[in-house]
């Protein structure tokens, strides 16, 4: 796979690159070794009855795990306690997770227990492949990368989809680097408040 653009957001490949730049160069190298052509599958194309080869996301992803799983990377799970009441839940939030379910219970609630994952995480570094439905960039950007940061689990969070001409060769509905740089764009430097690295790949 070729990295074909990246976008930092709030200064997120500058931190990689001054603070752990052999960490960011591990990832660029992990990524490179992807071979797309052992990715691909021979289906058929209802529209024309001829067969095609398509790049299959289920393959790829279980290629990155693979290649990332070499380097000691990681899936990581962060968990915390949620109540009915919105204020409530408000101000749990800013507690450690451990006493979160105890403060929920002497207020007279139910705790809830939750959690938010990512893919590959190292180093107070947290990736997310993202090759499913489109909705699921939103769902990493705006809410699972704001809870690692928040929990001062994460320094960055670096968000690997396809481009453009990756997402052609894949099965319809996955979501492209292109339109996704315009919905961070869109919402203004600030938003959201975590420093992000995006990586549009393509073969």
């Given at each position: 796979?070729?990295?074909?653009?990246?976008y930092?957001?709030?200064?997120?490949?500058?931190f990689?690159?001054v603070?752990?730049?052999?960490?960011?160069?591990?990832v660029?190298?992990?990524?490179e070794?992807?071979?797309?052509?052992?990715?691909?599958?021979?289906?058929?194309?209802?529209d024309?009855?001829?067969r095609?080869?398509?790049?299959?996301?289920?393959?790829?992803?279980?290629?990155?795990?693979?290649?990332?799983?070499e380097?000691?990377w990681?899936?990581?799970?962060?968990?915390?306690?949620?109540?009915?009441?919105?204020?409530?839940?408000?101000?749990?939030?800013r507690?450690?997770?451990?006493?979160?379910?105890?403060?929920?219970?002497?207020?007279g609630?139910?705790?809830?227990?939750?959690?938010?994952?990512?893919?590959?995480?190292?180093?107070?570094?947290?990736?997310?492949?993202?090759?499913?439905?489109?909705s699921?960039?939103?769902h990493?950007?705006f809410?699972?990368?704001?809870?690692f940061?928040?929990?001062?689990?994460?320094d960055?969070?670096?968000?690997?989809?396809?481009?453009?001409?990756?997402?052609?060769?894949?099965?319809?509905?996955?979501?492209?680097?292109?339109?996704d740089?315009?919905?961070?764009?869109?919402?203004?430097r600030?938003?959201?408040?975590?420093p992000?690295v995006l990586?549009?790949?393509?073969?």
């Open positions: 796979m070729r990295i074909v653009e990246t930092s957001h709030l200064g997120g490949e500058e990689l690159l603070r752990c730049p052999a960490l960011l160069q591990e660029k190298d992990t990524i070794s992807v071979d797309v052509t052992d990715c691909a599958k021979s289906v058929l194309d209802s024309v009855q001829l095609r080869k398509s790049v299959s996301p289920a393959v790829i992803k279980d290629e990155f795990t693979k290649q990332f799983g380097s000691s990681r899936k990581r799970s962060s968990r915390f306690w949620v109540a009915r009441d919105a204020e409530l839940t408000r101000t749990v939030a507690m450690p997770v451990e006493i979160q379910p105890r403060a929920i219970k002497l207020h609630s139910e705790p809830i227990s939750a959690s938010l994952a990512v893919d590959f995480f190292k180093d107070r570094i947290a990736i997310q492949l993202q090759l499913g439905h489109p699921k960039i939103a990493d950007i809410v699972t990368y704001m809870n940061y928040v929990s001062d689990l994460m960055v969070g670096i968000e690997i989809m396809p481009t453009k001409e990756l997402a052609a060769q894949m099965s319809s509905g996955v979501p492209y680097y292109e339109r740089l315009l919905n961070i764009i869109r919402q203004g600030g938003v959201p408040a975590v992000l990586m549009g790949i393509a073969p």
